[in-house]
């Protein structure tokens, strides 16, 4: 949720999806296959699944502006997406990017509230640690 009037504010309230679940089930190979499982105990259809690749240790040399000369760096930059997808189980493919170290990268499922932008659930498998399965 948006956090209004930051700093002075305080932080929004969590949100309230108790008891939506998630599994992943990762068989990574040259493209990325996944079976995403999700429930929401009250069935509403205002929830979505999405599976994200992403990456850690990028970098970018600055050539111009202010910060010319300087590198920045970037973790859990997200290459690839698929979704949204409907709750249940599904099949999904990802093909990563060229370039990609799948050192660095993990597999990222997430379930949210596409009327108010909230995720209820999430988890996050490292490839480069893949046994395949993770449950939330």
């Known amino acids: 949720r948006a956090w209004t009037n930051w700093p002075k504010a305080p932080p929004p309230q969590p949100p309230e999806a108790a008891g939506v679940t998630l599994s992943m089930l990762l068989e990574p190979g040259d493209s990325l296959e996944a079976t995403l499982d999700a429930a929401a105990p009250d069935g509403s259809a205002d929830y979505r699944m999405y599976l994200a690749l992403t990456e850690n240790g990028l970098a970018n040399a600055i050539t111009g502006g202010e910060n010319r000369g300087a590198t920045l760096a970037h973790d859990g ?56 399965a993770a449950t939330r």
């Open 77 to 132: 930059v997200v290459r690839a997406l698929a979704g949204p997808l409907p709750l249940g189980r599904t099949r999904v493919r990802i093909d990563p990017p060229a370039g990609m170290r799948r050192d660095h990268a993990s597999a990222v499922a997430f379930v949210q509230d596409e009327r108010r932008g909230d995720v209820a659930q999430a988890v996050r498998v490292r490839l480069g640690e893949c046994a395949g």
